[in-house]
């Protein structure tokens, strides 16, 4: 019996220090440490004094005069879109890679690049280019910097902003509808490719500013004038249409981003004197602090970006609603968020 009792004792006694080492060694849930946040750098394109710019991590880098409208990033690889003024009475389209400018037009006549989508080695920019006539400008798709144009040479268009998903091509923009009594309707459309797809029916003014895809879902932005003449910020999802403003003051849509299930959509509205920056979440609009308007948006992870300008000349980004001063005398265009 001695013999057993000391068994159990010892089996006892191991069993306690087994226990005792678990407990120590062992966390709870809530001890658990937290997944330590992804570190991102933040981009955003613009100008300042008349110079193009953009900054990473709110340190600017100038390129040369101009206005830098979009920015991609590829790898260490930062290109960007954008125009300046030609010597002459034209306007340059014109394409940054790391800090080197190609010209993508002549400089005779108007020429703007207003957006770029970098896949592999192919850098696509989109814009605009008036023709020799000196009256009808035409939509253009850069490939690698050759030309394509996605509208006919008779007629005014524009493409404002790009997204690629897969092998496609996907581009907001606008066009005359020449059906209308002069001066012309112009029509809030989408191209996938070169294939256009008519948002609107010409019947007001409108003008189709950013678009992005989702899965089969093409998300594109823009205005509308309505009866009382007043811009209507709009959102289509595909063909199917969002208003998100009453139509009482001017209110523009200027940038879409789709996370899961949320859409974000930038812009601002011009009451008289007065001009506000504003985000959409799922069609409900947040004034931004001290923001006359709101360029871009981007989302990643929890965090909302997004940038723009101040009434006082000043380049802003809002991370979740806060605001950051990245520049002064300066205004931006788009941001992009990549994780390093």
Known sequence: MKTLNKTKAILSGILMIGLAVFTSCSKSDDDTEPTPAKEVDVYVSG???????????????????????????????????????????????????NGAMTPLSNGKNFAFANGVAVQGNTV???????????????????????????????????????????????????????????????????WKNT????????????????????GNDVYTVGVEKNAADKYVAKLWKNKSVTTLSDGTTDVFATSVFVSGNDVYVTGYEANGINQIAKLWKNNVATDLPDGYDATGVYVFGNDVYVCGFGADGSALIWKNGEKQV???????????????
């Open 47 to 97: 100008s300042k004094n008349g110079t193009a710019v953009y900054w990473k991590n709110g340190e600017m880098t100038q390129l040369d005069k101009g206005i830098a409208t979009d920015i991609a990033v590829s790898g260490n690889n930062v290109y960007l879109s954008g125009y300046e003024n030609s010597a002459g009475s034209g306007m340059t389209a014109k394409m940054w890679e």
């Open 124 to 190: 696509y920019v989109v814009g605009n280019v008036r023709g020799d006539d000196g009256y009808y400008d035409v939509a253009k798709l850069w490939k690698n910097g050759s030309p394509i144009s996605l509208s006919p040479a008779d007629n005014y268009a524009n493409a404002n902003g790009i997204y690629l998903q897969g092998n496609d091509v996907y581009i907001a923009g606008y066009e005359d509808l020449k059906t209308t009594p002069y001066p012309y309707n112009t029509v809030a459309k989408y």
């Open 195 to 214: 294939t256009s797809v008519d948002l609107t029916n010409g019947d007001y003014q409108a003008i189709a500013t950013s678009i992005f895809v989702s």
């Open 326 to 340: 990245i520049g002064t005398v300066a205004r931006t265009t788009s941001i992009l968020v990549v994780e390093r």
